[in-house]
């Protein structure tokens, strides 16, 4: 059975079995304050009978005449017939048992569609009063009526929903497997930081327990501090990075962004060549071009390519950097000589939460995580990623984002 179908019979079910409870409340709450008030008048008829010294037969059609809610009354003779003494809108067709009739001089009884109390004049004597249930009943069916037409009419509804909203059953099936793709990839993610966490609060560990045993070797103690400092900032880093992706993902991007990435990328290549006076740099950049995206994200966009040739490749190696317009896209190609990706990484592409080289961020510092932040800053700005092996045989990284 369909998801589609499956939900359609639970909303049509929940909805059915709802309606009818609370419908059969609603009209068991009203049909008995109805009958309640009916009864109250006869009550009270019987209770100034009690109380009075008069005849009761003229009492009790001059009571019956005065109410505001109408009954008829009979005299009745234990073994004779029922003699009508005020007749409102029913006739008593049929005297009612012996037993019906000691029954309702207590509380009102109901029989057939009719409702009866009487009063004992003597012990042979009755004063019937009763009036008739088929205005009630008949408001009850018609109640009844439109909660059955009303409880189909939203499960149409709701059904009619249901389909309208689930008609892709395929995409619907996509969606629930993509949840669980990113589920298992939340896990590898989790277990991956869990590692990369765990290995520096071993090794601050291992040199705090040096730090307490050994004795009187400064220098020794010196180079503990010093690896237990560098494990600290490591774990800095990567916790940083952890929140900086949780940032992107649950962050809205403002629209009408407007930022400078020719500047941007001039100002990259500056720091390098200054800092890294060895690497040969090649740039082609076309000036003055704007994308549609914070000036924020871009500068972390950036920062983490740059920080990936500067810690990835040799620092006397080749890098070539390109930025132009094509249409309404900006396309930024950056190609260096380090020692690229594996081929699988190149056909995979780059998956949330999925490092390429689990001990280069170890050997050569940061997280682990640039590759998944630039991706996630591209995406997250309607851009594309694109990773491939360069023509030096390193590393190309081609990023087109919309112009603006």
Do not use: C, W
């Amino acid at each position: 059975m369909k998801l589609q179908t499956r939900l359609s019979l639970l909303v049509s079910v929940i909805i059915l079995i709802t309606s009818a409870s609370i419908g059969y409340f609603a009209l068991s709450t009203s049909y008995s304050g109805q009958l309640k008030i009916l009864d109250s008048a006869i009550s009270e008829v019987v209770k100034e009978l009690s109380n009075s010294s008069d005849d009761p037969l003229s009492l009790s059609t001059y009571l019956a005449d005065q109410s505001d809610q109408k009954f008829s009354v009979a005299y009745a003779i234990q073994d004779l017939d029922l003699i009508p003494l005020y007749e409102s809108n029913i006739q008593l067709t049929k005297k009612p048992s012996q037993d019906q009739l000691i029954r309702a001089i207590e509380n009102p009884i109901s029989i057939d569609e009719l409702r009866l109390r009487t009063f004992q004049i003597s012990q042979d004597e009755y004063l019937l009063m009763y009036f008739s249930l088929s205005d009630l009943i008949k408001s009850r069916n018609n109640n009844i009526n439109l909660l059955t037409i009303f409880t189909i009419l939203v499960i149409l509804a709701a059904v009619s929903l249901t389909t309208i909203i689930f008609r892709k059953d395929n995409q619907l099936n996509i969606l629930v497997n993509s949840l669980k793709q990113n589920q298992i990839r939340m896990q590898e993610f989790i277990g991956d930081a869990s590692h990369e966490l765990r290995t520096p609060l071993t090794v601050i560990k291992g040199y705090f327990e040096l730090l307490n045993n050994s004795e009187g070797d400064d220098g020794k103690k010196q180079g503990y501090k010093k690896r237990i400092n560098s494990e600290i900032l490591r774990m800095q880093e990567i916790i940083n990075d952890l929140l900086f992706i949780l940032e992107i993902d649950e962050s809205v991007s403002p629209k009408n962004q407007t930022s400078p990435i020719s500047n941007l990328v001039q100002e990259q290549i500056f720091d390098l060549k200054n800092l890294h006076p060895l690497r040969s740099i090649e740039s082609n950049l076309q000036p003055d071009l704007f994308v549609g995206m914070s000036k924020f994200h871009l500068e972390q966009l950036l920062a983490n390519i740059f920080s990936n040739i500067k810690r990835h490749t040799p620092e006397n190696s080749q890098v070539e950097i390109s930025l132009n317009r094509n249409g309404n896209q900006v396309q930024l190609v950056i190609e260096d000589a380090g020692s690229g990706l594996p081929s699988s990484f190149y056909q995979e592409g780059i998956q949330a939460f999925k490092r390429f080289d689990k001990s280069r961020s170890r050997q050569n510092g940061g997280s682990g995580l640039g590759m998944t932040i630039m991706d996630k800053l591209v995406r997250k700005n309607n851009g594309e990623i694109r990773l491939s092996s360069s023509k030096f045989s390193g590393l190309k990284i081609q990023i087109i984002l919309p112009a603006n």
